[in-house]
């Protein structure tokens, strides 16, 4: 049994799977980032102290520190990152749009946002 076509639905169901800041391409970007970092798999879990909804830790392995930041609350935020001297780059968002973004010190946190930031040691 065949079920008839949608052009309106299908087009609009590829633009979503191929658009850059979709579910799927997040999914594919922290698929990535797990293969290619192997801080992620196999490193180090530190814990980093933080304030009201977030959550952050650290992954080490060799030479590579990930600091992974988490909002879990349904308000904007900011997170500051100790030493504060401390760089990175996002590596992903879940909202795709930060990407490269270079931080140091204090980083705003959207509602519901997640942060992968590699640490420059």
Known sequence: ???PTIPAFSLC???WLT???SLPEL???LIWLRREERALGI????????KGDLLAYRREHN????LIVLNLGDEDTSFTQAPACMKGRIIPDTNLKRKGE???GRQPVKANE????????
């Open 1 to 3: 049994m065949t079920f």
């Open 13 to 15: 169901l590829e633009r």
């Open 19 to 21: 658009s850059m800041t």
């Open 27 to 29: 999914y594919r970007q």
């Open 43 to 50: 490193g180090d879990y530190i814990p980093v102290q933080t």
């Open 63 to 66: 030479n590579t520190s990930l």
């Open 102 to 104: 270079l931080v140091h």
């Open 114 to 121: 997640g942060l992968v930031i590699k640490l420059q040691l």
